[in-house]
C-alpha cells in the first residue's frame, strides 16, 4: 500500500476517467515576444485575446504557425530550409503562450474536477482563472500532468487555462550528424529533432502542447493507473477448450477531500465481477490490489498470423457507500502472456506467446509525424499496414518517443507485438567517438542532465500503456544503455514494480539479446544487397536493425518534390550518383547499379517504376532469407525501417501521406505464414511454416512461363510443413539457369491444399545468364482484362483476367482514383498489389477504404510492365 500527501495544486498522477472530454479546438496563442503580461493577467476573463492568433493543440508552435500559414510547409522540397531554426533564433522565438476558455462550473457536494495534460515539450507554466497551478515550472516531455481544479473553477462556470510553454534547453546545433550536436540529448525529450541520416531537423523541435488536454470529473475518488496482468500457463493452442487464466488487477484510489471514503473497488470482465472494500483516508492515494481471479475458458489473444486478437472490455470502478459510481476505467484486455528464452544454437533470444516460439518479423517504426500531429485513424492505418506486411512486431526506436496509447491499441488490434525503446541513443549519448557532437564521450555518456526527472518520466510512462497485451518487450535504449545508475533503477526497481511481465533488454542490440560473434555493433547491414546475401550471409541472430531503400513511385514523388527536380538520379561507372538536390535533401539512398539491369532509367518516372521492382525483390529476399535460417541461425529480424515521419525516400514500406510502394508487397509475399521460395544461389525451393501446427497434404508446384507466356510445369509433389519451420524440397538449379539463360524466365512457386484450394503463389522474375532483364524488355503488352464491384460500403472487388495464349501480365500496380482528377484516394488498404497474372488465370483483389460523405464512386487505376495504364468504372 501507498500513502502520499496531495496538495490542492500540486502535481498528481494522470487518469482518463469515463467522465471527461478533450479541450482541442477554440485555442489561441501568441509568442511570448509580443505579450508582456504575466500569467495571473493572462488567464483572466477580462484578457483581451482580439489579436491572438488561432493555435492548434494538440500540436507544436510550428504546426500552428504552419495552419496559420507563417511558414511553407517543411515536408515539400526545400522548404524546411527556409523556416527559422531555434538555435539562430533564440529559445525566446518559439516560446508561446497558449489559452483556451471553457465552461465548467464547481461541482456539488464532494466532486471534483482534474486538468490533465498528457504531454508538453519541453517545460511549462499553468494558469487557470488568475492563479498559478503548479508551484514551479513543470519540466519534462514525457511525464504527464494532472492538477485538481475543483476550488479554482470559476463560479460564472466561465474559465481560462493559459499555458507558457518553454522549448528544450539546450535546442542543439543541427550541424547534420545524428541529433545534430547531440545537445538535444541533455534533455528527457526526442532526440530526432536536431536531425538524423533519414530526416532534417524540426526547426522549433517539437516545442508545443503536443499531446491530450482534457477535463475530467469524478466523485470524491479518482480512480488513477489502474493494471490488469493475465497469466497463461502452459501451452497453448488457438483452438479448442482452453484451461483457466489467471488475472491480476490493481489500481490507485485517490482521496483529496477532508474526510475518510469508504467503497468498493471493482472490475467486472466477461459478467464477472471481483470486488474489495476499501477506506481511503483524507488527502491520500491508496494502492489496492484485488483478489486473483481464474478466469475460465478464456479466448486468448495472438500475434498476427497465428490466431485471433481477441480483447475483452473490463469495467473497473469505485462504488461509494451510497452505491454511487465515484469513478471508472474501461480497460481493453487481451488474454496472452509473453515469455522469452535462450537458443543455445542461435545464441539469441527467442519470443513465446502463450507458450508457443514465435519467429520475429519485425519492423522498426520511428514515430508516425516529425510534427507530432498525431491522430487514432492516421495511427490504425499506419499499424494496418504493418499487418498487411505479414509482420508480427514493432520495434518504436528510442529517439523517439514512448508511443500514446491509441498506437498501441491499434496494435493490439492488429496483434502487432511492440518492442519499445526508451528515449536514449548512442549516437547522441556517447558511444561513439563523433567529430559532429559538441561535448565529449565522457560527458555524452551522462545525457540527460536531470536522471531524477528521466527515472520519474519512466515511471510514468509505463503506467500509461503497461495494460496494453501488445506491449512485449521494454529496451533500455537504441544502441546503447542509459547511464549505469539509470540502467540499474529502472532495471531492477521501475519495472519489475510497476510491471514485471515483460522482457526487459538492456539496449537494443545487446548481447543478452542476440551474442555479437561476428564483429561490429549488432545492426545492418543497411541498403541495397545482392539477393544472395539474404541466403547465404549469415548476420545477427536476433537483428534489430537490417534494410534496404524505399523511393516510392512516381506520384507519390511528385507530392513533395518539385516539377524541376524530378530529375532520376544518375549511374556513372565510377559507382557513384548524379542526384538532385532536393533528392539528396529528403536523403535519398542509392540505388545505384540495381536499376541497370532493367535498362537505363530515361526519366524520374521510369526511374521510380523500375525502383519498385527492386522495392519487391529486395524485401522479399530479406525476409525469405532469414526465415529459411529460422532457429538455425535466427530467431527472428526487425527491419531498419518500415515507415517514414517525414518525406524522406528511405527505408519506407509507404510514403509519408500512406501510399504503400512495392516493398510493403514484396514483404508481404515473403513473410507470408505459409509460403514456398527459391534459393537463386542453391536452386532449392523450400517451404516455409511459421505456424503452431503442422501442415499435411500440400501440393508444391513449380512452373515457368517464358516471356511469350509459354507455361512449363517442371514437377509438382506432396509435402507436409512441421510447425514453426523451414525445409527444402526441391533442386531446380539447373533446371531454371537454362530454361533463363537467353531471356530470362518466370519462375511460379504455389501451394494447394487438399481441396485444391490454392494457398500462396509467388512468382520470380529471373534473369539471363548476364543478369540482365532481357527478355522483360521485350515483352508484348499483356491482354489483362480488368473489372470492378462494389462488393460492401468502402470495399472494391477487382478481377484481373488473363486469357489463354497471352503473355504473363507482369508487375501490375492497382491504386483508387478520383474519377475527376484521377489522384489516388489515400489510405486504401489492397490484399496485394504489384501482382502479376499468368496466362489462362485470374486474381481477386480487394481494396479497402473509408468513403467520405458526397464522394463520387472512385474508379480503379492499373498498370503495369507491359499494360499501359487503364481506369476501370466501379459497377
Known sequence: MLFTILTVFGYIPFSNAQSSYELNTGWKCAPISEIKADGKTISAANFSLNAWQPATVPGTVLTTMLNNKKVPDPFYGMNNEKIKDIYTTGRDFYTYWFVKDFKETAPSADGQVYLNLRGVNYSCDIFLNGKKLNPQTHYGMFLRQSYNITSALSKSGQNRLAVLVYP???????????????????????????GWDWIQPMRD???????????????????????????????????GVQQ??????????????????????????????????????????????????????????????YGPQNLYDLKMQFVTDGGKVSDQENISVGVREITTNWNSETHSRYVMVNGQKVFIKGGNWIISDAMLRFSDARYDAEVRFHRDMNLNLIRVWGGALVERPEFYKACDKYGMLVFQDFWISGDADGKWLDPMKAEDQWTRRKYPDDHKLYLKSVADQVKMVRN????????????TTPPEDILLAVRDTIIPKLDGTRWFVEYSNSDLMSLNTLGGNGDGPYGIQPLSTFWETRTYPFNSEVGSVGVSDYESLQRFIPKENLIAPQYEANGKSRVDSVWDYHKYIGYDASIEPYGKAKDAKDFADKAQLVNYDQYRALMEGFSSHMWSWYTGTIIWKTQNPWTAMRGQMYDYYLDPNACLYGLHSGSELLHAMYNPISGMVSLVNNGFETKRDLMLTARTINMDGKDSLLTQLFVEAQPSSSKAFLPLKSSIDNLAKDKGVFLCLQIWDKNKQKLSENIYWIPDEHGIYSGLKEMKVAKLSTTARQIAPGKIEVTLANPGKAPLAFFNRLSLVDPSTHKRILPVFYSDNYVSVLPESERKIVLDYQPQQGQQMPQVSISGWNLPEQFIAVK
Open 468 to 479: 496494453h497485451p501488445s506491449l512485449a518487450i521494454w529496451c533500455g535504449g537504441n544502441e
Open 205 to 239: 523541435r517539437n516545442t508545443g502542447i503536443w499531446d491530450k488536454v482534457t477535463i475530467e470529473k469524478t466523485g470524491a475518488i479518482n480512480l488513477i493507473n489502474p493494471h490488469v496482468v493475465t497469466v497463461v500457463p502452459g501451452v497453448r493452442h488457438v483452438d
Open 168 to 194: 528544450p534547453d539546450p535546442v542543439g546545433n543541427p550541424n547534420g550528424g545524428q541529433g545534430g550536436d547531440g545537445r538535444i540529448a541533455k534533455g528527457v525529450g526526442l532526440q530526432y529533432t536536431a
Open 244 to 305: 483457466p487464466a489467471i488475472i491480476k488487477a490493481s489500481a490507485e484510489l485517490q482521496n483529496p477531500t477532508a474526510k475518510p471514503v469508504k467503497g468498493v473497488l471493482e472490475y467486472i470482465l466477461d459478467g464477472n465481477k471481483v470486488s474489495k472494500m476499501v477506506t481511503i483516508q483524507p488527502n491520500t492515494t491508496l494502492e489496492v490490489a484485488l483478489n486473483d481471479f481464474a478466469f475460465k475458458n478464456p479466448k486468448l489473444w495472438w500475434p498476427n498470423g
